[in-house]
T-cell receptor, first 115, second 115 residues
Framework: GEDVEQSLFLSVREGDSSVINCTYT??????LYWYKQEPGAGLQLLTYIFSNMDMKQDQRLTVLLNKKDKHLSLRIADTQTGDSAIYFCAEASPISSGSARQLTFGSGTQLTVLP | SAVISQKPSRDICQRGTSLTIQCQVDSQVTMMFWYRQQPGQSLTLIAT?????????ESGFVIDKFPISRPNLTFSTLTVSNMSPEDSSIYLCSARTGDLVGDAFFGQGTRLTVV
């Protein structure tokens, strides 16, 4: 099946930039996504990028996509303590029961922002 | 956007019993899904809840263990049957309102502990 991999932990100092990395295997993915999960809450869609793009910027968030290497990254500029959360990357991959696509998530990266 | 409410938010259950989790969306949605998030791991899709018909289960999940109902476009239930400690996990309800696969909303999850 399809696989999405992330490193489990990242710690940064407040004010620094955070870079969370992700690799995926489905070369037919058309969209790739980043979600944020705060403690006790469901996942929140942060941003996404279409596979024909190399970069997408949205305020403090920058998504970089290297389609050749199947590598996706999320950069958070000026990281704040409120950014502490688990960040999941996901791709839309075919589901086992049909031709429709469903989300395949990475294992999540726990971002800790130190004061 | 849609707001998803899940009940209960957490429960501790005896092995051999069953628990039904409810998911209520504040607006009509096209698709609803149930995920499992085991400790320290990513989200795994259990099934797609189909309105008015049987749910579509992913590989490794069966209806006898995880019966799902979806009587209308805003409500679904997931039952975890004949529970064992291996079923201890967070169960998440998700809904999609449009065509973009990743444009999904998530409930806050139900943290289930089986003792």
């Amino acid at each position: 099946g399809e696989d999405v991999e992330q490193s489990l932990f990242l710690s940064v100092r407040e004010g620094d930039s955070s870079v969370i990395n992700c690799t995926y295997t489905d070369s037919s993915s058309t969209y790739l996504y980043w979600y944020k999960q705060e403690p006790g809450a469901g996942l929140q869609l942060l941003t996404y990028i279409f596979s024909n793009m190399d970069m997408k910027q949205d305020q403090r968030l920058t998504v970089l996509l290297n389609k050749k290497d199947k590598h996706l990254s999320l950069r958070i500029a000026d990281t704040q303590t409120g950014d502490s959360a688990i960040y999941f990357c996901a791709e839309a991959s075919p589901i086992s029961s049909g031709s429709a696509r469903q989300l395949t998530f990475g294992s999540g990266t726990q971002l800790t922002v130190l004061p | 956007s849609a707001v998803i409410s899940q009940k209960p938010s957490r429960d501790i259950c005896q092995r051999g019993t069953s628990l039904t989790i409810q998911c209520q969306v504040d607006s009509q949605v096209t698709m609803m899904f149930w995920y499992r998030q085991q400790p320290g791991q990513s989200l795994t899709l259990i099934a797609t809840a189909n309105q008015g018909s049987e749910a579509t289960y992913e590989s490794g999940f069966v209806i006898d263990k995880f019966p799902i109902s979806r009587p209308n476009l805003t409500f679904s239930t997931l039952t975890v049957s004949n529970m064992s400690p291996e079923d201890s996990s967070i169960y998440l309800c998700s809904a999609r309102t449009g065509d973009l696969v990743g444009d999904a909303f998530f409930g806050q999850g139900t943290r289930l502990t089986v003792v």
